[in-house]
């Protein structure tokens, strides 16, 4: 079966210092796959995706992602936190066999303090 | 070109009432997808539809839930005589056509529908 584990339910780190969320994945094909990120009760905007291109994949508002096929993990970083970075992730794959269903992860929730 | 649309926004029932969430996907995608969003869940999958079909309802639960997408008109996800353990987010996304990997299955979502079942 198809699944997406988020390792950490909460990360809290301080503005300006490094984010990494971090995500695996397992799949018998090849995935694509998304982070998105979900706002207090505002719906989903997508962050970034890989779609077997680039394994260094650049998405908005200075996120990125590496694909690692070796290691079936797709972890979300960013170099600099902001405060407005403070929400909900999720790592999501997609697959061709699935019909275009999305699998989510748990969620990782963002803290950025002062 | 406006995103995909949901409404209500919120929604409060009784139980034992119906609701109808709405969802309007973006002009030119014919994929509709709805999700459901427990309180300090991820989302789960739902149920799949195109035009007059439904693709893979294999997320809806077997009784009280129903969702279809008319040829004209929004996609209408159905809950009859709700509980209170429907109380949750409901999304919708919404894809162009086309099919497989990459980015013919990136999806757009909706703002959600926040169901309270009091």
């Known amino acids: 079966a198809q699944s997406v584990t988020q390792l950490d339910s909460h990360v809290s780190v301080s503005e300006g210092t490094p984010v990494l969320l971090r995500c695996n994945y397992s799949?018998?094909?090849?995935?694509?796959l998304f982070w998105y990120v979900q706002h207090p009760n505002k719906g989903l905007q997508l962050l970034l995706k890989y779609t077997s291109a680039a394994t260094l994949v650049k998405g908005i508002n200075g996120f990125e992602a590496e694909f690692k096929k070796s290691e079936t993990s797709f972890h979300l970083t960013k170099p600099s936190a902001h405060m407005s970075d403070a929400a909900e992730y999720f790592c999501?794959?997609?697959?061709?066999?699935?019909?275009?269903?999305?699998?989510f992860g748990q969620g990782t929730e963002l803290s950025v303090k002062p | 070109n406006a995103g995909v649309m949901q409404n209500p926004r919120h929604l409060v029932r009784r139980r034992g009432q119906e609701a109808r969430l709405r969802c309007s996907p973006m002009?030119?995608?014919?994929?509709v997808y709805w999700y459901r969003q427990l309180p300090e869940e991820g989302l789960k999958f739902m149920v799949y539809l195109q035009k007059e079909n439904i693709i893979d309802e294999s997320g809806m639960p077997k009784e009280r839930f129903s969702a279809e997408f008319p040829k004209e008109g929004p996609s209408i996800l159905r809950i009859q005589q709700v509980v209170r353990g429907d109380s949750a987010a409901y999304f919708c996304?919404?894809?162009?056509?086309?099919?497989?990997?990459?980015?013919?299955?990136?999806?757009?979502f909706g703002p959600g529908t926040r169901l309270t079942v009091l």
């Open positions: 999501v794959v997609s697959l061709y066999n699935q019909g275009g269903k999305l699998i």
């Open positions: 002009k030119g995608h014919s994929h």
């Open positions: 799949s018998s094909y090849s995935p694509s």
């Open positions: 996304a919404s894809s162009p056509p086309g099919r497989g990997v990459g980015p013919h299955n990136e999806q757009f």
